[in-house]
């Protein structure tokens, strides 16, 4: 190790990063303009005939389209505004400044480490936030409200942002803290200190997230009784998936997309089903969507992800623990001070060669997971139920039908919709496609 940071040590860590940072994105954006191309096409390609209809794939073509061409212009913002916050100083610079307003509010100087850091956590939230306002607006009443998925007000657009705002300062502050006084207190071998810490921290977001965090966004209600529910919990039972309760989540308040997942530790389990799933599917097919998120369960693929992010999570923080008392690598970045926090963001800067390595492998292991969660739910009998739930769930969220291999393989965890219905192997009842109608409609 001590040969790798000395050779590390020639270089400008800098410019490696911005260097290393614009490779990156060329190489994303010709995976992107790979997949653009595909949008392009105005035929429905002969393999998704039985799967779906012209009218439904030119929907979904046109909606990934658009999200496509905003992409460009949003990745090309992005990657400018990183490569002149990083040439021109400007993390020292919104570090001094918090320091001088920490001073001119509170008296307090910059032996106060923690609130230094605070301080320049709050200012650089504040101006993320300013600068990717526009694009996110955009999305959400511009491309999203375009196709039909955009459910939200002005209102309660910015009622969401002031939420999560407020949740960062009551939770993430804390933590933030804890993290820094964890590093500088804990000695050489602060890396076991800190990730008992920060998983501690994790265990303890997944379990109060579900109860008092989402209800500020969504309101969850116990499924009613009914022929469903009666479905539901047969299937829960006979897998001896603990289920405690059963909710529908208002996801039709803010988006038209659908989805369904578990959550809840040891025997305290519990089920959520977005209202715009029910809309669409049937009984049965519900069930098939449902028995595949229970197959992840079945087959330990959550806990078997929640163990390898921890070790992944440790070998990050033994690997800072040669950079943090890194003099150069502060100075290359413009910093007189060595700053913990300041230290870890930077640190998180050169790792990421590593980091896209690593994303891409976890990829492939989750897409792994994706296939035998769908080959338990056939296991279970789902199987020409699941096929048409994967395609109703696809037309309804307009999902991209035509993918590219290489563009799916990089950005994508799941396997692309005619990847999966190959997978499964059941033929279609029907050589006609799949039209999905909301039970509402009916």
């Not at 999305?139 to 910015?158: A, C, D, R």
């Not at 038209?256 to 809840?264: L, P, R, V």
């Amino acid at each position: 190790m001590a040969d790798v940071l000395a050779h590390l040590d020639k270089l400008d860590y800098k410019q490696f990063v911005i260097g290393f940072a614009c490779v990156v994105y060329g190489f994303e954006q010709y995976l992107n303009y790979r997949q653009y191309k595909r949008y392009l096409m105005p035929k429905r390609p002969s393999e998704l005939a039985d799967i779906v209809t012209e009218d439904d794939f030119k929907k979904a073509q046109s909606y990934s389209l658009d999200k496509a061409r905003f992409g460009f212009v949003e990745g090309l913002y992005k990657q400018t505004e990183t490569v002149l916050m990083l040439h021109y100083d400007a993390l020292p610079k919104i570090w001094d400044f918090a320091g001088e307003l920490l001073f001119k509010i509170a008296g307090y100087g910059t032996d106060y480490e923690i609130l230094h850091s605070l301080v320049f956590i709050t200012l650089f939230t504040l101006i993320s936030t300013v600068t990717s306002l526009p694009f996110s607006l955009y999305s959400t009443f511009v491309v999203e409200e375009k196709h039909g998925f955009n459910k939200q007000t002005l209102g309660l657009f910015f009622a969401d942002i002031l939420k999560s705002q407020l949740i960062m300062v009551v939770l993430m502050f804390p933590f933030m803290s804890a993290f820094i006084w964890v590093i500088k207190s804990t000695g050489e071998r602060f890396y076991l200190y800190v990730w008992l810490f920060a998983m501690v921290f994790q265990l303890f977001i997944i379990t109060v997230y579900p109860t008092y965090i989402q209800p500020l966004f969504n309101k969850l209600t116990p499924m009613e009784d009914g022929e469903l529910r009666s479905q539901i919990e047969a299937l829960a039972a006979r897998i001896e998936f603990p289920l405690k309760k059963l909710y529908v989540i208002d996801g039709s308040k803010r988006s038209g997309h659908s989805n369904a997942y578990f959550y809840g530790f040891g025997k305290n389990k519990h089920i959520v089903l977005y209202d715009t799933l029910i809309e669409h599917s049937n009984n049965d097919e519900i069930c098939a969507v449902l028995a595949h998120e229970l197959g992840h369960w079945k087959m330990g693929h959550t806990l078997k992800l929640l163990a390898v992010n921890q070790v992944y999570l440790l070998s990050i923080f033994w690997l800072f623990s040669f950079f943090i008392y890194n003099k150069q690598l502060y100075h290359d970045f413009g910093f007189n001070t060595m700053p913990t926090l300041i230290g870890f963001l930077l640190f998180q800067f050169i790792y990421s060669p590593i980091e896209s390595v690593i994303g891409f492998l976890q990829h492939v292991y989750q897409r792994k997971n994706e296939y035998e969660a769908d080959a338990y739910a056939l296991k279970l009998g789902y199987a020409s139920t699941l096929r048409s739930a994967l395609i109703k769930l696809s037309v309804k969220n307009l999902g991209g039908f035509n993918v590219d291999p290489w563009y799916s393989a990089w950005n994508h965890s799941h396997p692309s919709l005619v990847e999966r219905l190959k997978a499964i192997g059941v033929k279609p009842t029907s050589d006609k496609p799949i039209v999905v109608e909301d039970k509402k409609d009916l």
